[in-house]
């Protein structure tokens, strides 16, 4: 397997910055999609410092229309009691972010007969988005219906994400997004409808992407409060690293 990193995960959004030090994501057509408006720290900021930078983001923000502010700290970097005590005063989230990856051999299997996995086409597109709506409406109407104008805007520019959507009986019931690089195969958005869940569909298109995958690792970046986790560690995926990151939603 080749040396992993966290480095190696794709970030949507449009940079508007980068130094050694941190990269600005502005994304002003998505402003609702908090983790394409964000900063991301290659470098740990001291607490006044980043309280400069979280004045500057708000800044930034309310000129393109994003109301919230996300922060993404380095890779394997513990948030010191200064910063905790006052993210949960001000009404931060916490959240912690667990990167995995395995063999795509390892995930290889049959696909049963009941199942259909296919790519999205522009003649697949409807029902990949149903399934994507689905999860999406859980961020409110306003965020469903902008990240969907996104994909569809994305398929037209030729988008780097590949996207796949699986049918139970002739029927959409999951999809899955996956960003190529030459060294790996990244796993992102990967839902199966509640009703259909633990009928060995998450199996059968993680085996497809295996195939899809060949010699090159699965990646993949999963909550690390989320029972999702618990899933890919019974497959057998391997823990890489964590990221903190941090939302403040409504100002």
């Known amino acids: 397997m080749v040396k992993l990193s966290m480095n190696l ?10 130094d050694n030090f941190k990269t600005i994501y502005l994304t002003p057509e998505a402003p609702l999609t908090y983790y394409s408006n964000k900063w991301a720290y290659h470098e740990m900021p ?7 930078d979280a004045e500057t983001q708000l800044k930034q923000h309310h000129a393109q229309d994003s109301h919230h502010l996300m922060f993404a700290f380095p890779e394997n970097t513990e948030l010191s009691q200064t910063f905790l005590d ?10 912690l972010m667990e990167m995995y990856a395995i063999e795509a051999e390892a995930l290889q299997g049959e696909i049963p007969d009941t199942l259909t996995i296919e790519w999205v086409t522009k003649d697949k597109l409807e029902d990949y988005l149903t399934i994507h709506r689905t999860f999406a409406m859980q961020f409110g109407e306003d965020y469903a219906d902008e990240s969907e104008k996104m994909i569809r805007q994305a398929l037209l520019d030729g988008e780097k994400t590949k996207r796949v959507v699986a049918y139970y009986q002739n029927q959409p019931v999951g999809s899955i997004d996956i960003i190529e690089t030459d060294q790996t195969v990244e796993i992102d958005s990967f839902g199966v409808i509640e009703s259909m869940r633990k009928k060995g569909i998450g199996r059968a298109v993680q085996a497809f992407i295996a195939d899809y995958a060949g010699t090159k690792p699965i990646i993949l ?3 690390g409060e989320d029972t999702a986790k618990d899933m890919y560690i019974k497959q057998g995926y391997t823990f890489i690293g964590f990221r903190y990151q941090i939302l403040k939603e409504n100002i």
Request: without cysteine; proline residues 0%.
């Open 86 to 95: 006052y993210l949960e005063k001000e009404g931060f989230e916490l959240g």
């Open 221 to 223: 970046v999963a909550d």
């Open 46 to 52: 001291d607490f006044e410092q980043w309280l400069k």
């Open 9 to 18: 995960i794709d970030e949507s959004g449009n940079i508007a910055f980068q």
